[in-house]
């Protein structure tokens, strides 16, 4: 099996960011899954300390974006802020996925800024907590049909549509939107707004109840004739039809392997606290001894470790290769689909291993495997991903391939 280090300068960050799930996260996951649409008041300290890291060059433990830095020497090896922040995301979903989604500042919509804003965006948008909007209640999972229209009028765009399954869509400072600046055109117009909260028009309709990440808020937003300034536009305003959707598109080739790393994490915890639970209950597993001479519920162990020791090195690989400046949307959705069908199959089997202790309350088992399925679903279902591995295996365009 390969087995990769830690690299050296990611070892300190990950020690803070675990102890902060540890010491933070974990000791408030049940509250606020019980508490549902309650802002989790104990993060606000918290997230002044992940801005300090993320502005330190390094990377920190929230959604801190893939940026690739085309004037860096193209040579060598490196591992540099994408892969950390995988890293920290990893620990900080050990301790609560919900939580995290709750950080301010550390949302989707950041990741995205992060990524794919200018340099006046960057400053501009810099201590603004954006939320990300795609998923509207006719498209689903096919982002290229976007009926949300963004008209150009003046020295402005007027957004006009709905957004349904928005994370921190009602805390946010701003809301990161798509729109299409002429649906005609098709995929090509797909653009990405920053709709800063206040703006006239722009309304949070309803909260979602949900089946996990409880402690984060899931809204729906209505955009009414909503005047954002030409200059909220991230990356260029240019309908590029040759280069089609690739431009709003790299958005996700940034923020999945962070949804990955969340799952990675979160499966992880799970089989953790299995680990310690079978031992306790006198069940070993001896990593020496084939798994058909063990204990069935070692022999299961032993499978779902694997599961997750694929799903976690898929993941670093899709952030090592944007910090040394390669192409990666196929290793991203890769890691996310492997990533997010893996942490549902590993907590519902741990739940199962574990018997009616991994049921009840008295356990986070429970909430880990009511949690897990989010993330095989938002940032692009399962399915979603296995078309896009198709296409970039066998060159098929999504014409060519639906």
């Keep these: 099996m390969i087995n990769l280090e830690t690299p050296k300068k990611a070892r300190a960050l990950i020690n803070q960011a675990y102890q902060a799930a540890s010491e933070v996260l974990r000791p408030i996951s049940r509250k606020y899954d019980r508490a549902e649409h309650e802002y989790p008041v104990e993060l606000d300290m918290f997230a002044a300390v992940l801005d300090g890291l993320n502005s330190s ?3 920190g433990a929230g959604a801190a974006g893939v940026r690739r830095n085309e004037k860096e020497k193209a040579t060598g ?3 540099g802020g994408n892969l950390a922040t995988v ?3 990893i620990e900080m979903c050990w301790g609560d996925v919900g939580l995290l989604l709750s950080m301010p500042r550390q949302g989707l919509g950041n990741a995205a800024i992060a990524s794919v804003a200018n340099d006046e965006q960057l400053k501009r948008f810099a201590k603004v907590w954006a939320a990300m909007a795609i998923t509207e209640p006719g498209t689903g999972s096919d982002s290229a049909n976007i009926t949300t229209t963004a008209t150009e009028d003046g020295d402005s765009y007027v957004l006009n549509g709905e957004k349904i399954f928005v994370t921190s869509g009602a805390r946010a400072d701003a809301v990161v939107v798509w729109a299409t600046l002429d649906r005609s055109v098709g995929r090509a117009a797909i653009k990405s707004f920053v709709v800063e909260k206040g703006t006239p028009g722009f309304e949070v309709v309803r909260l979602e109840h949900k089946l996990g990440i409880r402690a984060s808020d899931t809204a729906v937003l209505r955009l009414d004739n909503c005047r954002v300034p030409k200059e909220n536009l991230l990356g260029s305003p240019e309908i590029n039809t040759s280069k089609g959707f690739a431009g709003v598109m790299q958005t ?3 923020t999945r392997p962070l949804v990955a790393a969340m799952a990675v994490g979160l499966a992880r915890a799970a089989l953790e606290e299995t680990a310690k639970i079978l031992a306790e209950a006198g069940v070993v597993v001896d990593y ?3 798994a058909h001479h063990q204990h069935a519920a070692a022999a299961a ?6 599961d997750y020791e694929a799903a976690y090195l898929l993941t670093l690989e899709s952030a090592w290769m944007a910090d040394n400046r390669k192409p990666n949307s196929l290793q991203a959705s890769m890691a996310k ?7 549902v199959d590993i907590t519902l089997k741990c739940v199962e291993l574990i018997g009616t202790l991994g049921y009840t309350e008295e356990m986070l088992l429970e909430k880990w495997a009511r949690d897990s399925k989010i993330l095989d679903i938002f940032e692009g279902t399962q399915q979603i991903q296995q078309l896009i591995v198709a296409r970039r295996l066998l060159g098929k365009t999504s014409a060519e391939l639906k």
């Design 57 to 59: 060059g390094e990377g």
């Design 301 to 306: 162990y032993l499978e779902l470790e694997a």
């Design 252 to 254: 996700f080739d940034n």
């Design 77 to 79: 090896n490196r591992n």
């Design 87 to 89: 890293l920290g995301t």
């Design 288 to 290: 020496d001894r084939p």
């Design 337 to 343: 689909a492997k990533a997010g069908r893996s942490v």
